[in-house]
């Protein structure tokens, strides 16, 4: 076959998958009836979650699993709009990297809600002003972000979800080299995470702190003499080139978010994780003991971390962990009663699909 003979094949390929993406969402929209019907949510998480799987595990190549994944989420995105638009909050403005993470998770089909704080992401789901909120829970340079754990304590949402996103710092700017830069914005935490390409590199040039990477990109849209250190989807919105990329010090700087919404995820089929707080007496071996069950169990722990409690003055701090298992099966849920009894209070987070 020469090249007229395979993009020949290539234009039939195309045909057929279309047909078939037709064929699905004409599915979804009857499924999208009966949900509404039976008053069921349009995001199932485990659900989506398995397809994913499912997929990428029997692929066979020559399509990588990541290139799969990635396919299939806009397919699922798409189908899922079809049965009920759907609305994710998310920290504003466009560009952040909670708008990042939030668009790689739901897709382009979702519509997406900008939210002024990360306390506003929750109230606005809480409220119903959005279905889903996406929130950061923890940077691998920077540790928790506390104010998402303090909410997670407060607040009746329940954890459906998590990803992981690796947060790439590029050089935002008009200019035509970075002799013509004469300010560099960001949020704190990015002026931090490239302190030493700065020092390198722009040595006398006036750092200014901005409330979010995007509202940076947003300024330096308007100025030449302006540069940003923000993302590459910040720069696509805001229309501002990358000067230089990657200028961020530290490579495997990764930030985790959790996915929030007003229904339990059910069992996934495949991993799943646990997030839970508690309040434990101030005695030797509380928590040892009260950790037992869960090494009982053979339940591995992903996280542990000690926050000051803001609410009860009887407790001095709450414990956030995170371990393998679904909380509805036997063993999970055994642990998690005997926990309880353990405890000065205890609750559980949300059971979901691990990333």
């Known amino acids: 076959m020469d090249l007229g003979d395979w993009r020949s094949r290539i234009s039939e390929l195309d045909n057929q998958i279309l047909a078939l993406l037709n064929q699905r969402a004409e599915a979804a929209l009857q499924i999208g009836d009966l949900k509404r019907r039976q008053d069921a949510p349009s995001y199932v998480p485990e659900r989506e979650a398995a397809i994913l799987n499912r997929l990428a595990e029997a692929s066979r190549g020559p399509l990588p699993a990541q290139a799969v994944i990635a396919v299939w989420r806009e397919i699922v995105s798409a189908c899922r709009a079809l049965e009920s638009p759907l609305t994710v909050a998310y920290l504003a403005p466009q560009g952040t990297f909670t708008h990042q993470a939030a668009r790689e998770r739901f897709g382009e089909s979702a519509a997406y809600h900008g939210s002024r704080t990360i306390a506003d992401v929750f109230e606005d789901v809480e409220r119903g002003r959005a279905q889903i909120g996406v929130v950061p829970v923890e940077n691998s340079i ?19 979800g998590e990803l992981t996103l690796e947060i790439a710092q590029h050089l935002l700017s008009r200019a035509r080299g970075l002799g013509e830069i004469k300010r560099v914005l960001s949020h704190p935490q990015g002026l931090g995470q490239c302190r030493g390409w700065l020092a390198a590199n722009l040595p006398d040039v006036p750092v200014e702190e901005t409330t979010s990477t995007a509202a940076a990109a947003e300024l330096a ?14 720069g696509r919105l805001y229309n501002v080139p990358v000067l230089r990329p990657h200028i961020e010090d530290n490579r495997q700087n990764t930030t985790r978010f959790l996915v929030l919404g007003r229904q339990p995820a059910g069992p996934s089929g495949s991993r799943d994780k646990t997030s839970i707080v508690f309040a434990m007496p ?44 679904h909380r509805e099966t036997p063993i999970v849920a055994n642990a998690l009663n005997e926990m309880a009894q353990r405890t000065l209070f205890l609750k559980v987070l949300g059971s979901y699909p691990a990333a």
């Open 282 to 325: 101030n005695t030797p071996g509380a928590l040892y003991r009260i950790l037992e069950p869960l090494a009982r169990e053979g339940l591995n722990l992903t996280k542990i971390e000690s926050r000051p409690a803001r609410r009860a003055p009887t407790w001095d701090f709450v414990m956030f962990v995170d371990l393998e298992g």
């Open 221 to 234: 849209a308007t100025d030449a003499t302006v540069a940003a250190i923000a993302s590459d989807l910040a």
């Open 142 to 160: 920077d540790g928790a972000v506390n104010v998402t754990l303090d909410r997670l304590v407060e607040t009746e949402l329940q954890i459906g």
